[in-house]
């Protein structure tokens, strides 16, 4: 059974930092891209960051470009958010995803085929 599980989320103030994991079971589950994901109340899921299966790659949605970081440690099939400068909009279950075997890096959440059981993170004003 693939198991993504996310750690790391949390209440934080405004201006804060939270460094979220997500451990792939198997290291077959990580040989791909490997992606963040968040939901808030009433909105679409919507992609944070990606990340190629070498690490050399990485994108970011406009709203967290130069706040937030995305990182693999192949060796600990691992991938890591760390977040900085949090900001209240940014209040939302956070997702990782992982399309192991896909040769380009998704941005949709159709494009992913494992996920995590989600991780809250709450930024308070």
């Known amino acids: 059974q693939v198991q993504l599980v996310e750690s790391g989320g949390g209440l934080v103030q405004t201006g804060g930092s939270l460094r979220l994991s997500c451990a792939a079971s198997e290291a077959r589950f990580a040989a791909g891209p490997m992606a963040w994901f968040r939901q808030a109340p009433g909105k679409e899921r919507e992609r944070v960051a990606t990340i190629s299966r070498s690490g050399s790659t990485t994108r970011y949605a406009d709203s967290v470009k130069g706040r937030f970081t995305i990182s693999r440690d192949n060796a600990k099939n691992t991938v890591y958010l760390q977040m900085d400068s949090l900001k209240p909009e940014d209040t939302s279950v956070h997702y990782c995803?992982?399309?192991?075997?896909?040769?380009?890096?998704?941005?949709?959440?159709?494009?992913?085929?494992?996920w995590g059981q989600g991780t809250q993170v709450t930024v308070s004003s």
């Open positions: 995803a992982a399309s192991p075997g896909r040769p380009m890096i998704g941005v949709r959440p159709g494009d992913y085929l494992y």
